[in-house]
């Protein structure tokens, strides 16, 4: 497919994957339906969320989750600096601003409550916390700070399939939380995602708005054989479809084995390059959490050439990445005005190394050479 040795992340399907999508398109039923619904019934018996949404994409439950919790023009939503865009535009679809905030520090590039605090102000409606590769960084301080302060805690797990902190899933700490998955996600189907609330009223509001407001689903009017439907808002088409409903319950089936290869991956990386000067992991999530480990990146010193540590691993043929480019940089937000040195530091000194569940310990190891060559060269 590609000419890395080692890409980035790879989606590799089962047969078992293909037969649930082959299966769907032999049934001859292809938009939102049954398959939906068994997706939605596992990922809630899985999570233990109160609904479960399937949705076009994270971005897509992000906004139904921000225009569910009352956003809207003159609100403002604190969210970190370093994330995907996604995070920030969902505020701004309601018309409300996002406010970019620092990250906990240098090595722990997500939300603290002490940093989502310094960012807060009378118009502030809601808080954002980013799961970082499936990190649960502060969510219980975020969420005591959230309900001492009468916010909104929304929370973009688009990372975070299979992420725990103790017994809670990510993404079910807050008001609502939504999980991508996007082709390079640790549950990857192509596009999609979950939307996940025990709010009965804004779940409602969800499900109205993922389909144009319609107050019947196509689906639901098949089967009740009748032809009529209201519309009573103006909704979206944040529909998923059927056939990739299905290979994401098949993918739901083995994502804790996944995740269990990916934590391995991860705790040899930890091991490895722990040792190296110039290098180092991440800070590691406590014993209470199990996490999806979407992401894994490292910090370079400071003083360690970033394009040509990359530059020396695309020689050996081994992909990186950088996750993210802050947020508040980008042109788009960039009259947001603010000054976040360490979101800055961190976006300057990160690289995302090669994860995903099916690499081999020789393709690990390729990487941790060309890494101890690329710091001495
Ligand atoms: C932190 C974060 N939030 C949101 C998204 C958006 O997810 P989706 O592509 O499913 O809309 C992504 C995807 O890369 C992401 O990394």
Redesign the pocket.
């Known amino acids: 497919m590609s000419d890395w040795q080692v890409p980035l992340s790879a989606v590799r399907l089962t047969e078992a994957d293909i037969e649930a999508a082959v299966d769907v398109y032999r049934s001859g039923w292809l938009s939102m339906g049954p398959r939906t619904q068994d997706l939605e019934s596992a990922f809630a018996a899985y999570t233990g969320s109160g609904h479960v949404l399937a949705v076009?994409?994270?971005?897509?439950?992000?906004h139904l989750a921000m225009s569910g919790a009352g956003l809207g023009p003159g609100d403002e939503a604190v969210v970190p600096s370093i994330?995907?865009?996604?995070?920030a535009n969902?505020v701004a679809y309601t018309g409300a601003r996002p406010v970019f905030a620092e990250i906990a520090a240098v090595d722990r590039p997500w939300l603290s409550a002490e940093t989502a605090e310094r960012a807060i102000t009378p118009d502030t409606k809601a808080i954002v916390a980013?799961?970082?590769g499936g990190h649960p960084g502060e969510i219980e301080e975020l969420r005591r700070l959230a309900d001492e302060r009468g916010l909104a805690l929304i929370e973009?797990a688009?990372?975070g399939a299979g992420s725990w902190l103790g017994d809670g899933h990510l993404g079910t700490f807050g008001l609502a939380g939504?999980i991508?998955?996007?082709a390079?996600?640790n549950l990857g189907i192509g596009?999609?995602?979950v939307l996940l609330t025990d709010d009965d009223e804004l779940a409602e509001h969800a499900r109205l708005m993922r389909w144009h407001g319609v107050t019947r689903s196509t689906w639901e009017r098949h089967r009740g054989g009748t032809e009529t439907y209201g519309v009573s808002k103006l909704g979206f088409n944040y529909r998923i479809d059927d056939p990739r409903a299905a290979i994401g319950r098949s993918r739901l089936r083995r994502l804790d084995e996944d995740n269990h290869r990916r934590a391995a991956i991860a705790s040899v990386y930890r091991e490895e390059l722990g040792e190296l000067d110039g290098i180092s992991p991440l800070a590691a999530p406590p014993d209470s959490a199990r996490v999806s480990n979407?992401?894994f990146a490292v910090i370079l010193d400071e003083g360690v050439d970033r394009d040509a540590f990359r530059d020396s691993l695309t020689q050996s043929r081994i992909q990186t990445s950088v996750?993210?480019t802050p947020v508040h940089r980008f042109e788009l937000y960039a009259d947001s005005g603010v000054e976040l040195p360490v979101a800055d530091a961190f976006a300057a000194r990160t690289v995302s190394l090669p994860m995903f569940a099916e690499m081999e310990e020789g393709q690990q190891a390729q990487v941790i050479e060309a890494i101890r060559n690329a710091l001495v060269s």
């Open positions: 076009s994409s994270c971005t897509a439950g992000l994330t995907f865009v996604a995070s969902a980013v799961s970082y973009d688009a990372h939504a991508s998955f996007s390079g996600k596009e999609g995602g979407s992401i996750h993210f």
